[in-house]
């Protein structure tokens, strides 16, 4: 059986409950969030600098690798919260060699990409999550659970950058929410219905016919057996 290669949003919202459990939660938790909410590819977030981030307008500038399309972002509430949070106890570590980045570890320096895969892979273990966990789900589930709330596949393909749109059909190709309402859309049901009842006057009316037919043919061989 194939593992899955995503996560779904209950599971997310569970990992980061129990990422928050650990000694440096706040920015697990924060690092997560961001991941899932804006489909980064694991070295994209790492390399979020503080000048991406358009705290008062409520914006984040997306700068995507693998030759992808950089974007802007609309940064929600609970985002900017967590991204406060982090950055209040990030200020009582020890000094980033780049104050610039916005995930360091402990001791100053920027996330590698080994320390991020630990963080969520730990998160998932105490989480409980049934599939092993790595960064690249984040991504994935960030599709997913775009597609299962109805968005247009070419609207995802910018949200998550991809310049060929096959990257992201994988997403909507399996999502039974695009086909909802389908019967209902354009009056579709009431034709049917409406063509449902045509047929059923068209089999009443041409067996009303036949009974009158034949009571002309009896009446005519009535009269014309008169004496």
């Known amino acids: 059986m194939a593992q899955r290669k995503f996560l779904t949003l209950t599971e997310v919202n569970n990992l980061m409950s129990a990422a928050r459990n ?9 690092l997560i969030l961001l991941a899932f909410r804006h489909g980064f590819r694991i070295s994209e977030l790492l390399n979020l600098r503080y000048h991406d ?27 900017c919260k967590a991204i406060m949070e982090w ?4 200020a009582q570590w020890k000094p980033a060699v780049d104050p610039e980045i916005v995930f360091i570890s402990q001791r100053g320096t920027q996330l590698s990409r080994g ?5 969520i892979r730990q998160a998932g273990e105490l989480a409980g999550t049934a ?11 960030c599709g997913y659970e775009l597609a299962e709330r109805g968005t247009d596949t070419r609207l995802i ?14 997403y909507t190709a399996s999502n039974a929410a695009r086909f909802v309402g389908m019967w209902d859309r354009n ?13 059923q006057d068209g089999t009443i009316g041409a067996k009303l016919f036949l009974i009158l037919k034949r009571k002309i043919r009896i009446c005519n061989a009535l009269y014309w057996n008169i004496p």
């Not at 650990?22 to 924060?30: E, F, I, N």
């Not at 320390?115 to 963080?119: F, K, P």
């Not at 009056?187 to 045509?198: H, I, P, S, T």
């Open 22 to 30: 650990k000694q440096t939660g706040v920015r697990d938790s924060c």
């Open 53 to 79: 981030l358009e705290m008062i307008e409520g914006r984040i500038n997306i700068r995507r690798l693998k030759n992808g399309f950089s974007t802007v972002h609309p940064l929600m509430s609970d985002e």
């Open 87 to 90: 950055s209040q106890v990030r």
């Open 115 to 119: 320390q991020a895969w630990r963080i």
């Open 131 to 141: 599939t092993h966990t790595h960064p690249h789900m984040l991504r994935h589930a």
């Open 157 to 170: 393909q910018d949200y998550l950058g991809h310049r060929n749109i096959r990257h992201t059909v994988r």
């Open 187 to 199: 009056g579709l049901v009431m034709k049917d219905l409406l063509v449902n009842n045509q047929a």
